[in-house]
């Protein structure tokens, strides 16, 4: 059984970039949700994709967009990146309230 | 908002120690999840807890549900090298899935 897996591993970006982070879920979830880590931080609730549409979202702002596709893999998308916004970006499948962690992608905004 | 207590920030214990550490809040859950991370890899669910009283195992690891399901505790026995790592409480409630984590209990083991 093929865990949660995350693409890219690390990325640079300079402040006011784009940047699509990818998320393959848990064979058998059909849901992902998506977490900003900051250093020394616990993680914080970005949004929630279940059977492609948005189920929940935290306090971020819409420049944070994501899809969920058929497959249940998604993506996280941040538009007009900010200094602020570097972090490790965490993505958890889920079929029940259980949620499963891939390995993050590290994003560096200069 | 929602936020969790966690504590204690960090523990620095001795090889063969047990270890407890516990998260509070001010809301109400419906479940609380115990998860450890490593440095620069995804956190790593170790117990799940669903029903108020609740207290499950798993190997060395006991965490508890408080009855008024605002508190959950991890306790670790007899603790080992390979337990050093940061220790995150998560509570979940409604339909959405979000879980809300604590600010983490860095456990570090000396040998």
């Known amino acids: 059984e093929t865990g949660v897996t995350q693409s890219p591993t690390h990325l640079i970006k300079t402040r006011g970039q784009q940047v699509t982070l990818r998320c393959s879920s848990q064979?058998?979830?059909?849901?992902v949700s998506w977490y900003q880590q900051a250093l020394g931080q616990g993680p914080q609730f970005i949004f929630q994709y279940y059977r492609e549409e948005e189920n929940g979202r935290g306090n971020f702002p819409p420049r944070f967009s994501g899809l969920q596709f058929p497959n249940y893999s998604s993506e996280l998308n941040v538009n007009a990146l900010e200094l602020d916004d570097s972090a490790l970006y965490l993505c958890?499948?889920?079929?029940?309230?259980?949620?499963?962690f891939g390995p993050g992608t590290r994003l560096t905004v200069l | 908002g929602q936020q969790l207590n966690q504590s204690p920030q960090s523990m620095f214990i001795q090889e063969g120690e047990d270890v407890s550490m516990n998260c509070t809040s001010s809301s109400i859950f419906n479940t609380w999840l115990w998860y450890k991370q490593d440095p620069g890899e995804g956190p790593v669910l170790l117990i799940a807890l669903y029903k108020a009283g609740e207290l499950t195992s798993n190997g060395r690891l006991t965490a508890q549900f408080g009855i008024t399901r605002k508190d959950s505790f991890l306790n670790i026995s007899a603790s080992i090298p390979s337990d050093v790592g940061i220790y995150f409480c998560?509570?979940?409630?409604?339909?959405?899935?979000?879980?809300?984590f604590g600010q983490g209990t860095t456990l570090q083991v000396k040998p």
């Open positions: 998560a509570g979940g409630s409604g339909n959405t899935g979000k879980l809300i």
């Open positions: 064979s058998g979830h059909n849901t």
């Open positions: 958890a499948s889920s079929f029940r309230v259980e949620q499963f």
